[in-house]
């Protein structure tokens, strides 16, 4: 894997989310002018703003984990240098991908279970599991930016070690 290539997909991943942002907030602003100043209220629109948010929830998480945006606690890793730290890094980094992968697998057998109930929502008339699937997607997108950068870590370890 090749950190060009990487790059590339993390570009492809923003642009799509950046999209699906820019699509929420044209939505809430449309519902929000049309119920205040026409007084009508959009019915599709809050149940596509609410879909929206799970994919701008589980998505975004995955970006966040790129620039290890999230939040830690550094304070053992801040203390390491050299090997240490790169092991503690990739010791944390095997950890939450167990933690994600149980979060996908668990979020795929529910996307099974309710696309086999053959449910939709109530106006637009979606099947629910498209709810459930962004859940699915961001955790497979987040496992694959995870074994990445364990990759990178695990790389970086063993040039230190040959030095």
Not at 62 to 86: Q, R
Request: proline share 1%; hydrophobic share 55%.
């Amino acid at each position: 894997m090749d950190n060009e290539k990487i790059n590339c997909f993390c570009r492809y991943l923003r642009n799509g989310f950046s999209f699906i942002v820019f699509l929420w907030v044209l939505l809430v602003n449309i519902s929000i002018f049309t119920r205040y100043i026409f007084k009508v209220a959009i019915p599709w629109n809050e149940e596509l703003s609410i879909l929206l948010f799970n994919w701008f929830i589980f998505i975004g998480t995955a970006l966040a984990s790129i620039n290890e945006e999230h939040i830690t606690i550094t304070l053992l890793s801040d203390s390491l240098h050299g090997n240490a730290k790169a092991i503690v890094n990739i010791f944390q980094n095997l950890l939450l991908i167990l933690f994600v992968f149980v979060v996908c697998f668990q979020s795929w057998k529910i996307c099974f279970l309710q696309a086999r109930t053959e449910q939709f929502t109530a106006i637009l008339n979606i099947p629910v599991y498209f709810t459930t699937l962004a859940m699915s997607i961001g955790s497979v997108l987040w496992l694959l930016i995870l074994f990445s950068k364990l990759w990178i870590l695990s790389k970086q370890l063993l040039a230190r070690r040959d030095k």
